[in-house]
């Protein structure tokens, strides 16, 4: 039996939400609604694992609602499920990230596709694959462990132990951000870095150095190679998850 909430907003309830609302507590959800304002939406959207938009015509003089719940998404995580025509889902995609889109259902509405689509966006693996990931690059294994089990409740981790072994990981995997250190045998952080940036499917990706060297010559050595931030192992646990959050709201992962 599920116990996943559905946040259902809509501007008033007709005929069809009520069908919807009817189709998700036969399917045994949880389910809340709430108009286009600012304040039902926040009465009412504490744990909801999705949010369906029920979109009508008159949806943008709702700008304020979707300026909130685009302040939802990035900050809470929260996912989207919208229902509507080509012309509403435009506007929609002017405030929500369109990674906080699970998915775009047209009307008329056919209810199994629905309730399909609402099934895979609350399914637990769905919500996993929606993670950001971070490949953690360290030639010190057990290190590369502890930031696993650091990181794993949080984001999708990848790790590899050499420059090389990153590069192939990375030609058919997708990282959101790296986590680089500076002192490897072989090749060193910055002749990782280098070679990251010459391949064509990692040259966008964004790099943090993690790492023990705090000399000042070291530090200065990379600064050419921009990466998003210079890290030293000593950092608390909860400072760099607090980092890592931040980076990713502040959207430069973009």
């Not at 809340?32 to 304002?37: P, V």
């Not at 939406?41 to 504490?46: E, K, P, Q, Y």
């Not at 895979?120 to 990931?133: G, I, L, M, N, S």
């Not at 990282?175 to 490897?184: G, R, T």
Request: charged fraction near 30%; proline fraction near 3%.
């Amino acid at each position: 039996m599920f116990e996943k909430k559905i946040l259902l907003v809509r501007n008033a309830e007709t005929f069809m939400v009520n069908a919807i609302k009817n189709s998700l507590l036969k399917a045994h959800f949880r389910v809340a609604d709430a108009n286009y304002t600012i304040s039902q939406i926040s009465d009412n959207v504490h744990d909801a694992d999705l949010i369906i938009l029920y979109t009508d015509p008159d949806i943008e003089d709702h700008y304020d609602a979707f300026i909130y719940l685009k302040d939802l998404c990035v900050e809470d995580n929260k996912v989207v499920l919208i229902i509507g025509e080509d012309q509403t889902f435009k506007f929609c995609h002017r405030y929500i990230p369109k990674e906080d889109i699970a998915f775009e259902v047209y009307r008329p509405l056919d209810m199994s596709e629905l309730m399909s689509k609402v099934m895979t966006a609350t399914d637990d693996e769905f919500e996993q694959q929606r993670r950001k990931c971070i490949l953690v690059i360290d030639d010190d294994l057990t290190f590369l462990q502890m930031m696993r089990e650091l990181l794993k409740d949080t984001y999708r981790v990848g790790m590899a132990n050499s420059g090389t072994q990153a590069v192939a990981w990375l030609a058919t995997n997708h990282a959101d951000l790296i986590l680089l250190d500076y002192d490897m045998p072989v090749l060193d952080g910055p002749k990782v870095m280098e070679m990251l940036k010459s391949e064509s499917f990692s040259s966008s990706t964004p790099v943090m150095f993690l790492t023990g060297k705090n000399d000042r010559e070291s530090v200065t050595s990379v600064i050419s190679l921009k990466p998003v931030d210079y890290l030293l192992k000593s950092i608390t646990k909860e400072k760099l998850l607090k980092t890592l959050e931040d980076f990713f709201n502040s959207g430069k992962n973009k």
